[in-house]
């Protein structure tokens, strides 16, 4: 007797776990359920400019959308080492996927490139790293914008003229490709560049720097910035010096936010500014996709004896 006894005790504990570890299990769900959502890891590179306050808030209104999704962000302080310990802390914690927007180009691209070697899925959001031990790129051509900005600047100033040109950060890829493509757009004008700053994207550093341009140049036609906020501390800096030259200095900026560069122009401080989509949107999308391992077809290539060496043929 005392034997059943005990046999039916530990049938009911028995019983009393499954029923629980089962209860568990559903209650967990299928990744990407409500119940289970998709941890994704957004490590922006700082706050400090709009245009990556209104790139989060793009981000977060996607996801809002979509109710398995909890995305889990870190801000930078526009610091590197800040940044890189950001990444690491993701890999680490074993997110589902990993979006960044980096500060700089090479100093992300070893801590971008842990994460994906480990399986999770990296989406690089604005600024490029080297390499390509990533899953996906998302940006728009700055080199285009640049371009176009510098073919307007001609077009502007009759073809001729002295220009400042404030630059954001010259470490970071949009600075660069923004740079080069200016260049490219004003080749074969007579507008020379008289001074140019690196003002890391910033307001203040933008204001400090043309004031210093200010004071060495008298005839200054033109200020063509990297972003709205510089573009606006320039012609901030004009005005402030009380001489009425922001009146006689067209001034140009990329990004176009709304409420930022193009109030700018509605106000008229701003003769033109050039769009730079967030991508924040987009990231939540390709996050998705990726996640739900839809459109991810691989291709095939032809080799063959005339392109065996040089990696073949895509098809």
Known sequence: MNRFRILGAVLAIAALICASGCGKQ???????????????????????????????????????????????????????????????????????????????????????????????????????????????????????????????????LGGKGSIVELKGLMTSTPGQDRHNGFTEGIKGSRIKIIFEADCKWLEPDARREMNSALSRFPKIDAVYAHNDPQAHGAYMAAKQEGKGREKTIKFIGIDALPHEGVKYVKDGVLAATFQYPTGGAEAIDSALRILKDEDMTLGTRIFTKDNAATGGKAL
């Not at 490139?113 to 790293?129: Q, S």
Request: glycine share 8%; with cysteine; aromatic share 6%.
């Open 26 to 156: 559903q209650a967990a769900g299928p990744k990407g359920a409500a119940q289970n959502p998709w941890v994704i890891g957004m490590s922006q590179c700082n706050l400090g400019e709009p245009w990556r306050v209104q790139m989060n808030a793009d981000i977060k209104a996607a996801a809002e959308k979509h109710s398995g999704l909890n995305v889990l962000y870190k801000d930078a302080q526009n610091n590197t080492n800040t940044q890189q310990s950001q990444v690491r802390e993701f890999t680490a914690q074993g997110v589902d996927l990993i979006i960044v927007s980096p500060k700089e180009a090479e100093p992300l691209t070893l801590p971008i490139a842990e994460a994906f070697r480990k399986g999770i899925p990296v989406i690089v959001l604005d600024r490029k790293v080297a390499g390509q031990e990533y899953t996906k790129f998302i940006g728009a051509d700055n080199v285009k914008i640049g371009r176009e900005a510098g073919k307007y600047m001609v077009k502007l």
